[in-house]
Nanobody, 124 residues
């Protein structure tokens, strides 16, 4: 069982930056693929970024490529999402997710564990 708690959301102006953190419980954190998803009002939850258990492989949605980075610190059981050059269309609730299978996945149904979400609002 893995419990995930996100933090770091907030209100930022367009062009600004935020760093989200996701703290995980459980001794097997280092074996999980971790990802970030987001959901805007009235829209489906969408993939943002994923990182392999070792951190050596990452994958990003086209909409955030070049602006967001994902990283993890297995010693701290934490995964991060650094968001730069934020745009109003990045406004959403951001969710951290984990899956106990070794390869990256891009759809919500492939992830077993979810955090409660953190709100990111980008003003124009």
């Amino acid at each position: 069982q893995v419990q995930l708690v996100e933090s770091g959301g907030g209100l930022v102006q367009a062009g600004g930056s935020l760093r989200l953190s996701c703290a995980a419980s459980g001794r097997t954190f280092s074996s999980y693929v971790m990802a970030w998803f987001r959901q805007a009002p009235g829209k489906e939850r969408e993939f943002v970024a994923a990182i392999s258990w070792s951190g050596s492989s990452t994958y990003f949605a086209d909409s955030v490529k070049g602006r967001f980075t994902i990283s993890r610190d297995n010693a701290k059981n934490t995964v991060y999402l650094q968001m730069n050059s934020l745009k109003p269309e990045d406004t959403a609730v951001y969710y951290c997710a984990a899956r106990g299978v070794s390869f990256l996945a891009l759809t919500p149904k492939e992830y077993n564990y979810w955090g409660q979400g953190t709100q990111v609002t980008v003003s124009s």
